[in-house]
Every structure is written in C-alpha cells, then in structure tokens.
C-alpha cells in the first residue's frame, strides 16, 4: 500500500513540475486560406492556427516558387485550444506575377505547414498613344488603345505644347475587359502652326499607364527650313530647302539679290499639303561672276506666309564690272571685280576686243590687293569689249559704248566753232546746232563738218537768251559710236 501511495505521489510531483511534458505535448494546426485584397504590389493572407494547448507562433512564407524566400513577421497564436484566424501582409510584390504562399505554426510540440496557396497580383492597364487625326487650325482627335487587364479603368489624354503637358482631357470608362480597345477624344482650343505633344494615360486599382509622347502641329501656316546652295558656277547655283506645309496646300519659291532685299525670285511650285518635310530645288541662272548672293525660301498657304532665313552663297570665277557703260571719247572707264579665293597676289589678266576686230588681245596683266580686288583704268577709242581672266576662269564681257567728244565754243558775235574728235576722222558727217525751249531741245541749224572734223559757223539766234548745244546722231557718229553732245553755252543777243 505504501509502495502504490508512493508512486501516486511521483507521477503527481513529475506532472505539477512539468518533467514529462515533451512525450505528451501536441504540435499545432497551420490551415492555409486565401488570399484578400490583392494588389499590384501587395495581398493579405489569411489562414487558421489551433495551438493545441501550447504557446504558438506563427507566420506566412511566400514567393514566386515554391521555394519561397520571403516571409511575414512572427506572431502569436495563444496557446489554448481553438482555431485562431491569422492574417498576415505580403509586401515588395511585382505587378501582373504568380506567387506561392503557406502558413507555418510552431509550438514545443513540433513545427506544422500549411497546404501550398498561389495567387497572381493583377496587371495595370496598358496605354497605347495612337494618331493624331483630323488635326485642323485649332483643333485635334486623338486616339490610342487600353487594355483594362480586367479591372474596372478610366483614360484620358494630357497635351499641351510640351512633354510637360499641362492640359488634359475629360476622364472616360474603359470597361473592366482583358482585350484592348479602341478610344478617341478630341481636343480643340488649339492654336494654330504649333507642335502638340500628347499621350494616353490609364488608371484602374492596380495602377496608371502612360503611353508613348507623340506630337502633332496643328494647321497654320507652313513652316519653311532655307537650305544650302549647290552646284555654284560662275553664273549659276542651285538653292535647297525645305517645306512643312502644316497640312494646306502650300507653295513657295525662292528670292534671291545681292543684298537682303533681294530683288530676283525663282517660279512658284507646290509642295502639297501635308504635315511631313517636302524637300525643294530650285535652279538660279543669269548671275554675275564672283559675287556673294542672299537667298532664303519662301512659302505660303491660305493661313499665312512664312520666310525662312536669309543665307549667302558666292559665285565662282573672277568678276568685272564697271562704273558706266558708256564714256567719252579720250577719258577713262574705271574696271574692278575680284577673285573668289579674295586673297591678295593673284593675277588677273585684262583682253579688249575693239569694234571691229576679229579677236581679243590681252592689254594689262594686273595684281589683286586685299580682298582678292583688282582695278584696271581704260581709255577705249571706240566701242571695245572686256573680258578678266584668272586661273583659266574667263568672266562675263563688259561693253564698254564710245561717244565721240564734240566741242563747241563761241568766236564771235553770232560766230561759234565745233569740232568732234574720236578714235577716226568725221569729215563730211553733220551735227546739229540746238537750243533749249520749254519744249526741249530744237535744232536750229545743221552743219556739216570739214577735212579737220570741225566747222566754225554763223548763226541768225532770235533776241534774247538762248542755251545752246552742238549734237550729233549715232547715225552720224556712225559704226562703234554712240551719238556726242557738247557742253552748254548761253547767248544773248
């Protein structure tokens, strides 16, 4: 009996102190349940945990595999003898991915997982930014495409003048589907001629899609880019450029001079009337040798006319020009121009062909100063053609006409004397005595010239003042001449 008391006593003393609790505690129950508020880069699991009388901890572990990787903070469950609901936040998720998840209780009796759970996080919509269409002065429609991926989404447009934007449309359902769809809005208020830039943007609880930035310009006048001059001759060149005739019909043209007022312009052409860049040429003949040239394009429609920028090319070859075209007998025409590499040392060489003469002959071999300008002083006696040469290049010909020098002088009462000089005799042709009316010149006398080419001559003058002048013809000047007029002389009778 003392013997049975005693062993009573041990097992009672052994379960009071906890000595044997290890053979005979329980290990918990981890139920893994779903997933709540799935979001695109978090959810919330939930699942069940009865601690079998133990104190029990527990937690979720989730990732893409079933390997896992990641889990939730540690947490208790008690330790009675009920189911316990848990939940825990699965955080740091990737959008649109399938993720595994369990849950995991612990307690002295031993460590329990739940079943495997998957789930995916959804996908924000995607924004695709399509065409700008019927674009006029002031107004666009612009379209693209949203694929909702299942959630309820809502679009509009930002645009504006830059990829800051600034200005958007008013927000449209895009439905809760899982296939793209077409959408289009249109946008006006505009104004004309300018670069828009716009994009699509769509929205739903799983996030915002931006499209693409793709620009538009709006009607206005067409923009114009002038370009380089090619294909430079010593009187020609071709001009380039370009032409965005901002969606009216455009045309243009060219203007071109030697200064910034132009003066001279190519034929007008068309250049459509769409939005894109339409490459133009245009050839410019008839220009004078060594010369720089202005030049810019430009182009109109009905909205307007734009000019482009002022430009310069040079013509090659050496220039010759000439203060006047015409000179008296005996005095000097002063010849200039210049060579394209406008440096100093470089030879020029001067041919004259009389009137008359078979073939040009060279008469002075000149040296450019600074600039590449040369100058060359000539006396022609008749009419004489001129032509510079440099480096092979020969310039345009400069006609220089020869008026016969005609004198004329009083000797006397009513008494005068003419003579005309030039580059040959003038015997036997005539020249006319004139005087000045309110009517203009009169002839009053004729007179025919002698074996000197002169005359002295009587004359009856009516009383009064008479301005009086000697002239003669280019009929009686003859072949190489231009006709001569004398200086001025005041009679009074």
Known sequence: MRIVVAVLLTGLALLSTGGGMAAIASAPTAITGPVNSVGTTSATATGTVNPNGQATSWYFEYGTSTSYGKKTATKSAGSGTGNVQVSGALTGLAPGTGYHYRLVASNAGGTKRGADGVFTTPTAPVAVTGSAKSVSTTSATLTGTVDPNGLATSWHVEYGTSTAYGSKTAAKSAGSGTTARSVSTAVSKLTPGRLYHYRLVATSDAGTSRGADRTFSTAGSPMV???????????????????????????????????????????????????????????????????????????????????????????????????????????GVLHSGLVPTRRPAETVTIFAQRFGARSQVAVATLVTVDGGVWRYLARPAIRTSYVASWNGVTSREMVIGVRPRVLFRRVGRARFTTRVIGGRSFVGRKV????????????????????????????????????????????????GYLGGISRTIVYRR
């Open 225 to 331: 880019r002038t370009g380089s001059a090619v294909e430079i001759g010593p009187t020609t060149a071709r001009l380039t450029g370009s032409v965005y005739p901002q969606g009216r019909r455009a045309s243009w043209y060219f203007e071109y001079g030697m200064t910034t007022r132009y003066g001279s312009r190519t034929p007008t052409s068309t250049a459509g009337s769409g939005f894109g860049e339409q490459r133009v040429t245009a050839p410019v003949l008839g220009l004078r040798t060594a010369v720089t040239y202005h030049y810019r394009l430009v182009a109109k429609n009905n909205v307007g006319t734009t000019r482009g920028a002022d430009l310069t090319f040079t013509t090659t070859g050496v220039s010759l020009g000439a203060r006047t075209g015409a000179v008296v007998y005996g005095r």
């Open 432 to 479: 006319k005595l004139q005087r000045l009316t309110s009517r203009g010149w009169i002839t009053v006398k004729r007179v025919r010239l002698n074996r000197r080419s002169g005359k002295t001559f009587r004359v009856q003058l009516q009383r009064g003042r008479s301005v009086l002048r000697i002239a003669m013809s280019v009929n009686q000047a003859g072949p």
